[in-house]
């Protein structure tokens, strides 16, 4: 289908692009990703995801917008207090580009539903804040060979890496299990710079799009770390045989979905709740 002369003109800077261009803008519109989590590091993810033109948008997120939240969770704004996150972001990307249709979850996300929830998207954003849902999407997406973008965000530092089936190493063969319950400081003990989370964000919101162009590198096989203390970023190559992971190798030994319980951090990157926390 050919773009309008409204389309044309709204993505223009992409479409001069020789690495995207007319081709890679008309991917972009026909595309669909899917946010798991509209809070510190899914508010500009979703933004930039939105503005590109992403033609279908999914937004998950069981939680309301709080006063805490807008530090630096940009897709609200004071007048949204208590409004549902998922409705929040929707109307804010809408209002920048009618052109995408959001979906909105606002929902508890466990075992039981978020295969279903993802297997109609190409590319999934982790924005979530805590292990459980780490791992929970992390499998989820091995499970039903979907690539993702994993981050996490404290205090001021961030991370991040890109899962592809097939081509490098997922979340699990990195960090293996969550860590014991209360062994990490929350965010809400922590802090966190908000800032972290357009920088972080934005880049989980590149690596969907040159996923979906099909253009450069992606973060496969690597994990991106940037210090904002001391303002560098740091690429640490990851393990390359994943033969023997659990989850993703060559004998699974993970076979079915795990819900693990671990107390959720309420004051960073979005939350993300698992029915244990109800």
Do not use: W
Not at 72 to 83: E, L, M, N, P, V
Not at 129 to 157: Q, T, W, Y
Not at 256 to 278: P, S
Request: glycine share 8%; net charge neutral.
């Amino acid at each position: 289908m050919a773009m309008t002369d409204q389309q044309i003109e709204r993505y223009s800077r992409h479409i001069i692009l020789k690495e995207v261009g007319a081709k890679g803008q008309k991917k972009l519109l026909n595309a669909k990703v899917l946010i798991i989590g509209a809070g510190g590091l899914g508010a500009p993810a979703a933004m930039y995801l939105a503005a590109a033109g992403v033609g279908t948008i999914g937004i998950v997120d069981a939680d309301e917008v709080d006063l805490s939240n807008l530090q630096r969770q940009i897709i609200h704004s004071t007048a949204d207090i208590g409004k549902p996150k998922v409705k929040s972001a929707k109307e804010t990307m809408n209002a920048m580009n009618p052109d995408v249709e959001v979906k909105t979850y606002h929902m508890f996300v466990d075992s039981t539903n978020i295969r279903e929830l993802i297997r109609e998207y190409d590319f999934v954003i982790d924005g979530t804040d805590n292990f459980p849902a780490k791992f929970l999407i992390n499998d989820a997406c091995v499970m039903e060979k979907k690539p993702f973008s994993h981050a996490g965000i404290i205090r001021f530092k961030g991370q991040l890496m890109t899962y592809v089936p097939g081509e490098g190493p997922c979340y699990r063969c990195v960090f293996k299990n969550p860590p014991p319950k209360d062994a990490v400081p929350t965010c809400k003990q922590a802090g966190v710079i908000g800032a972290m989370g357009g920088v972080i964000g934005s880049l989980q919101a590149m690596e969907a799009v040159k996923y979906i162009v099909g253009v450069g590198k992606l973060l496969t096989g690597n994990l991106l770390t940037y210090d904002a203390v001391n303002q560098e970023f740091r690429k640490v190559k990851l393990p390359s045989d994943t033969s023997k992971c659990p989850v993703c190798g060559s004998h699974p030994t993970i076979t079915e979905l795990i819900d693990y319980e671990q107390e959720v951090c309420e004051e960073t990157a979005g939350r993300f709740e698992t029915k244990e926390n109800q």
